[in-house]
């Protein structure tokens, strides 16, 4: 089967959603003229809720993003806003500052002073970096502002300024020995709002106006073959046989899924080649594993006003994380359970982020997730504790299309071949056919919701520009 259209794009999810809304919405192309192909049974990407029937409490949770991160410059925010469609019992600030614990019990971070040295440890960041070009570890630049600093640092201080400078990782989904140390230096616009409502409403919102015949699932892609010398310059492919061509395509599978070789089952298959521009970039980047943990009980057994707990892993070293049969060891990663007990009144329940390798683990094994974290939650208890009367998981690892939750930047040594990725910032990625969009080709932001979304408009508007000067070859 052979479909012709002017525009195809590649993933339903928030990227590619946006992308067809912007152009549909500009009256110059009608239904006919773009489709949507997702590789899944339904649409999405990242964005999902739990189901209804597995929580016990009747909750919808965010398994995937779950906050207005940059809210002064956040454009999903403004135009919820703008549009009424957010309301003000939808979010919530929750970031007060919540307690620490460690495997000995609460930490004292005011009285030893410890955020003021890791505010200094950030700074420590930014002059590492204008000053030294040598590529380190997030773990690594830690290591040195200690050995600089010691004689101004206490005791205690020293003791716990790397173990609480892993909170990172809960970031950036990777542990902080393998994530490069750039990474840290990202800014912030803005306080982050906890996002009540979820996101599932703004793919409803962005569905409501696109014609459900332009979207079609269940069709992962398996080539896109750029031609000369006929109407239509690209082919795209899917697994079921059906060949769709058209004047543009915009890409926006997650980057784990880029990275795949063209022989693998899930990978796509680029005729010609990709320009090298952009396999560099595929291949300076990398992708994280944040997941979630979500213990739901039938009372609540840790401080009801507290909005966050934060658990500090001990000093472990990386190759005694995990035991001898596979299972990770308790306070080895850190740990941010976020108190859903303050939002909803019903029952008690805690939602916990994970790093990798850590999610792997659990998504893999959720009857093992209380095993983990009980001896870990124990220490944030002020009434005795309960075992969970249900347990949900993310399961992004172990989604074939897409293999990890966003974007990261991995330490490589210096002398890696692969390009780094503050040598590609600016860098437009695809050609003047084959476009790309998501949240790992945006630079400032990536990982997040209004990343992807802007890069959905983005390309949208490319294209629009594109075909006012396009004059197909006949």
Partial sequence: MTKSVKVIIVGAGVSGLKAAETLISCGKLGKDDIVVLEAQDKVGGRIQ??????????IPYALGALWYHDSLANSVLKEMLETGLLKEEDIYYDDKDGPTYTSEGQ???????????????????HL?????????????????????????LTTEQKQYIRRAMRYYELWYGVPAETADGRMVLETHQGRNILNKKGYTFLIDTLLEKIPESSILL?????????????????????????????????VTVPLSILKLKADDEFGITWNPSLPSKT???????????????????????WNQDEDQFLILPDEIESKHWFNADGS??????????????????RGGSLVILTPAPLTDYLESHPDQAWTYFKPMLEKIAVNSVEDPISTITSSWTLNPYIRGSYSAVLFKPTNSESKNPDDLE????????????????????SGCVHSAYDSGVREANWILNALQDFTPNL
């Fill in 328 to 345: 990770p060891r308790p306070f080895s990663f850190p740990a941010l359970a976020v108190n859903y007990s303050r939002l909803y009144n």
């Fill in 49 to 58: 809720d739990s189901k209804i029937d597995q929580s016990k409490l009747g």
């Fill in 218 to 250: 269940n069709q992962p892609v398996k080539s896109v073959t750029q031609r000369g010398g006929s109407t239509k310059r690209v082919v795209v492919g899917t697994k079921s046989g059906l060949e769709i061509e058209a004047d543009f395509v915009v």
């Fill in 107 to 125: 930490l004292d971070v005011s009285g030893l002073r410890l955020n003021r040295v890791l505010e200094e440890v950030i700074q420590f960041f």
């Fill in 279 to 301: 396999q560099n970039f595929i291949n300076a980047v990398d992708f994280a594993a944040l997941g979630k943990v979500i213990f739901e009980f039938n009372n609540v057994w």
């Fill in 128 to 152: 590492y970096f204008n000053t030294e070009r040598q590529n380190i570890s997030c773990d690594e630049v830690v290591k040195e502002y200690i050995k600089s600093h010691s004689f101004f």
């Fill in 426 to 445: 600016g860098l437009e990625l695809g050609n003047d056919v084959i476009r790309f969009a998501g949240e790992h080709t945006v630079t400032e932001c």
